[in-house]
């Protein structure tokens, strides 16, 4: 067990719904970080979160959204779903001045 | 834009000898590298890192070579084990507004690891 929970681990879903997946970063580490993972792809940077605001964004597309709650949990809400959002969706999270610890993901399957 | 590329999408070695992963990257402004193992159904586990202050950092049976003129990092495992399997992935962070060496980290596309017995 990492210290980073992700939830749910999988999720099947028809095109056009909205999802939201959530991550309790390990204890005390203030950052969380969103990658996604596609099919025979690295991991693609989503978003970073710290103590509760935005801290940097990567190509996450506007039909993506996400927060970082008061007691540290996140939110990534995807929404109007397609078919190419299937992916492992990874949430990470750090303290200041150390290393990431990544959850085990939400696989997200849109059929 | 990749900036991290990882060239060979599989390597396969026997149990004992050195397995060498290789990662290129673009981007002249990253200045922290790290190396990540992936075991299915599970999220990655860092491995060992490396500043670009250094050129060798080593932990056990890794060592990670980092040749900043060639744009270039290997990560050597010696010797390789079979549970040593798992794919291998290349980060970097730096050269954006993040600045930290601890920010928006990214990934190479992964190397998949076999270790023969």
């Known amino acids: 067990d990492s210290g980073v929970t992700q939830t749910p681990k999988h999720l099947i879903t028809a095109t056009g719904q909205r999802v939201t997946l959530r991550c309790s970063p390990r204890?005390?580490?203030?950052?969380v970080y969103w990658y996604q993972q596609s099919l025979d792809q690295g991991l693609q940077f989503l978003i970073q979160?710290?103590?509760?605001?935005?801290?940097a964004k990567g190509n996450i597309l506007e039909r993506f959204s996400a927060q970082q709650f008061p007691d540290l949990h996140s939110e990534l809400n995807l929404s109007s779903l397609e078919l190419g959002d299937s992916a492992l969706y990874f949430c990470?999270?750090?303290?200041?001045?150390?290393?990431?610890?990544f959850g085990s993901g939400t696989r997200l399957t849109v059929v | 834009d990749q900036q991290v590329k990882q060239n060979s999408p599989s390597l396969s070695v026997q149990e004992g000898r050195i397995s060498i992963l290789n990662c290129d990257y673009t981007?002249?402004?990253?200045?922290?590298f790290l190396w990540y193992k992936k075991y299915p159904a599970e999220g990655p586990t860092f491995l060992i890192s490396?500043?670009?202050?250094?050129d060798k950092n080593e932990d056990g049976r890794f060592t990670v070579f980092l040749n900043k003129s060639a744009k270039h990092l290997s990560l050597h495992i010696v010797p390789s084990q079979p549970g040593d399997s798992a794919v291998y992935f290349c980060?970097?962070?730096?050269?954006?507004?993040?600045?930290?060496?601890?920010?928006?980290?990214?990934f190479g596309q992964g190397t998949i690891l076999t270790v023969h017995p």
């Open positions: 990470a999270s750090s303290a200041t001045g150390s290393g990431y610890t």
């Open positions: 204890s005390g580490d203030l950052s």
């Open positions: 979160y710290y103590n509760g605001e935005e801290r």
């Open positions: 981007n002249s402004m990253f200045d922290y």
């Open positions: 490396i500043s670009s202050i250094k």
């Open positions: 980060a970097a962070s730096g050269g954006d507004a993040g600045g930290t060496s601890y920010g928006k980290l990214t």
